[in-house]
């Protein structure tokens, strides 16, 4: 049973901690929680004592001192602190969690929070952020970071790193736009998830700044493509390197790139989707490609909208896969030397060889962009030339015959013809060649199955 007296001066002066024991606790008749703890030692300390949660919580008010204490206020103050005890306690609460979320934490429990996210998607964002987040930004707690951080940071990743012959490379908008997209990323998702209710841990989002003072970087695609005039070289030499032979006697994926380069030219394939292509995906009665839905299981090889998508080829495009195949070591049909799928510097190392002889930049994605800017030329309309790139075109671009029209294989199949004409009327060189003599070999398509299918599911 707690020990309770009416505190006053006299009173609380008289009081002594029992023989055998460190202290005691008194609590006071008239304000509920005040309390004094006498210790053996004779030191008098008042307490505001309050059971919360199951919880006994303790908070000081003040030694007593017979001369300069004042009941009443020590005992305003106890009803005051009492009242307001659960409050105080969960602003600590969240003042304690706002110095231990770091950008760091919060990151990796956006991370585990966003089960839909791919592990190509995952790896991005980590790249992104070991690369320039950390650095800069490594440690803190969210609640410290402010406007000026956001815009110092963007500006700082914006400024061009030197190349290997000392001269400055372009400035890297595109990698300042994407760093801070992920921070702004991380403080949305910090709003929502560590809001506790009543108040939350983080109040908003500083990256706003960047919207509202409109300094993102202007988002403009490449304007790029390989010129009509530059197309046959470009095809030839393609063919070309891959019948070369090895400098040395060491195997090489010439043959491999190739084909793979060639098929992007003539199917608009992403650059890093060639590598996704399974020997198994290849539909060979409609020479098309089914690329199935994203699950836990494919995501990897999945498209980067992970919708399953039936992509129709020309047979300019579906010879290069047969080519490919013959060489291919593996179950993708685009493989390196040693490596199950083909990788980005392979691809990236057999361009520079073509682009020594054409004389003209040639970036991975050159050749979607080919073949994209081929069929508007095609006139095949803007419909099919969405369904044939597996573009989504969201916004003003949307045709308004989506969700409408029904893309079947055989529509699909006469509008990438017209594509595949265009490019070897502009290249000059003929499909046969193109095909490095497998036209010939092409088993009859399937019409009923053409007639029936259709590209998106």
């Keep these: 049973m707690a020990l309770k007296i009416n505190f006053t001066k006299s009173t609380l002066d008289d009081l002594t901690c029992p023989q055998g024991k460190s202290d005691i606790l008194v609590y006071d008749t008239e304000i509920k929680g005040l309390a004094i703890r006498v210790t053996k030692a004779g030191g008098k ?80 964002y980590r790249k992104t952020f070991k690369n320039h987040i950390a650095p800069n930004l490594s440690g803190r707690p969210l609640r410290t970071i402010a406007a000026k951080d956001v815009t110092a940071l963007h500006a700082k990743v914006t400024k061009p790193l030197p190349k290997k012959d000392g001269t400055l490379g372009p400035p890297r908008e595109r990698t300042a736009n994407k760093t801070l997209s992920l921070l702004g990323s991380i403080f949305s998702f910090a709003i929502a998830f560590y809001d506790s209710g009543s108040k939350r841990l983080v109040e908003y989002n500083p990256v706003d700044i960047m919207t509202t003072l409109k300094i993102w970087h202007e988002n403009k695609r490449s304007k790029i493509r390989i010129n009509p005039n530059e197309l046959g070289g470009f095809i030839a030499e393609c063919l070309a390197i891959a019948d070369q032979q090895p400098m040395r006697d060491v195997p090489t994926s010439f043959k491999t790139v190739s084909a793979a380069v060639l098929f992007m030219l ?28 994203r699950t836990k299981l494919n995501e990897l090889d999945s498209l980067k909208n992970g919708e399953e998508f039936h992509l129709v080829l020309s047979d300019s495009a579906y010879c290069q896969l047969l080519y490919a195949m013959k060489h291919s070591i593996s179950e993708y049909v685009f493989s390196g030397v040693s490596q199950e799928k083909i990788s980005e510097s392979s691809v990236r190392d057999f361009l520079i060889r073509v682009q020594k002889k054409v004389g003209t930049s040639l970036p991975r994605k050159i050749m979607r962009a080919s073949f994209i800017s081929t069929a508007q030329k095609a006139r095949i309309g803007q419909y099919y030339t969405k369904v044939l790139s597996n573009h989504g075109g969201k916004g ?62």
């Design 45 to 124: 300390t008042f307490f505001v004592v309050r059971k919360i949660k199951g919880r006994d919580h303790r908070i000081k008010l003040g030694a007593f001192d017979k001369r300069t204490t004042k009941i009443p206020m020590i005992r305003d103050e106890a009803l005051s602190v009492y009242t307001n005890l659960e409050a105080m306690l969960e602003e600590k609460t969240t003042k304690d969690l706002q110095e231990e979320v770091t950008v760091e934490s919060a990151f990796e429990d956006m991370l585990i929070a966003k089960a839909k996210l791919t592990e190509c998607t995952i790896d991005d």
């Design 396 to 457: 003003r671009s949307v045709d308004v015959t989506d969700g409408y029209k029904t893309d079947y294989l055989s529509e699909i199949r006469n509008a990438i013809t017209l594509v595949e004409s265009d490019i070897h009327t502009m290249s000059k060189i003929g499909k046969d060649v193109v095909c490095r003599g497998l036209l010939e070999t092409l088993a009859p398509l399937d019409q009923k199955a053409m007639d029936q299918l259709v590209a998106h599911s």
């Design 266 to 293: 003539f199917s608009g394939v992403r650059p890093g989707e060639i590598a996704k292509i399974r020997k198994t995906d290849i539909h060979h009665p409609t020479r098309s490609i089914i690329f199935s839905a």
